[in-house]
């Protein structure tokens, strides 16, 4: 298994700034994943991060408002750029291990 | 195009009742699918895996079939209990290249006293 750190657990944001969200895991691992769950829906891949490589964003998500870093095989952070209200959401960090996903306890944002 | 659905949004049943939550796709062809459970302000936590050559799986209470025909899955909890209320939620691996999981909306279950 694996237990991954998520932090902040919550913030609220004012409109036009950045937030940085981290995500430590007790393992290495490839691949990091980074998921939004808007308010009562279900989880939305942004994207998927590999150390020493860019991240391979999905459709509908973009660098410039989703930066990602990924320094190292154990750490991953999300940048959520120029914030509007449309971005509350939580926001999630994971890894697979055994074909099974971990998850980050989240980031509940809300932007105001 | 491509999509999952589970039955429905909400689910209310009484304690030591079966829960039984459905999953449903369409246009994937997923080797294997999985059910989570998320409760309030929390990541979702992995409950079972179940392959394509796999009728059924059990772990304690729960109990999950795949049926590749109907392109369904079903998720049963017994003797359910208040502590079971939560959003159970099915995810696919669309490709099989163990990335890019795609989840359901997830069922909300409420197992009442």
């Known amino acids: 298994s694996a237990v991954i750190s998520q932090k902040p657990s919550r913030d609220i944001c004012q409109r036009g700034t950045s937030l940085t969200i981290q995500c430590q895991v007790d393992?290495?691992?490839?691949?990091m994943f980074w998921y939004r769950q808007q308010p009562g829906q279900s989880l939305t891949l942004i994207a998927t991060?590999?150390?020493?490589?860019?991240?391979?964003?999905e459709s509908g998500f973009v660098i410039d408002k989703f930066p990602i870093s990924r320094p190292n095989l154990t750490f991953s952070t999300l940048t959520v750029s120029n914030m509007s209200p449309e971005d509350s959401s939580i926001y999630l960090c994971?890894?697979?291990?055994?074909?099974?996903?971990?998850f980050g306890s989240g980031t509940q944002l809300s932007v105001l | 195009s491509q999509k999952i659905e589970q039955n429905s949004e909400a689910l209310n049943i009484q304690e030591g009742k079966t829960a039984t939550l459905t999953c449903n796709y369409t246009?994937?062809?997923?080797?294997?699918l999985q059910w989570y459970r998320q409760d309030p302000g929390r990541g979702p936590v992995f409950l079972l895996l179940?392959?394509?050559?796999?009728k059924e799986k059990r772990k304690e209470r729960l109990k999950v079939t795949f049926d590749t025909t109907l392109k369904q899955s079903l998720f049963h909890i017994t003797a359910s209990q208040p502590a079971d209320s939560a959003t159970y939620l099915c995810?696919?691996?669309?490709?099989?290249?163990?990335?890019?999981?795609?989840f359901g909306p997830g069922t909300r279950l409420s197992v009442l006293p």
């Open positions: 994971s890894v697979i291990y055994n074909e099974k996903l971990f």
């Open positions: 246009n994937y062809s997923p080797a294997y």
């Open positions: 179940i392959r394509e050559n796999e």
């Open positions: 995810a696919l691996d669309p490709n099989n290249y163990g990335q890019n999981f795609v």
């Open positions: 393992s290495q691992v490839t691949m």
């Open positions: 991060a590999n150390q020493g490589s860019e991240a391979t964003y």
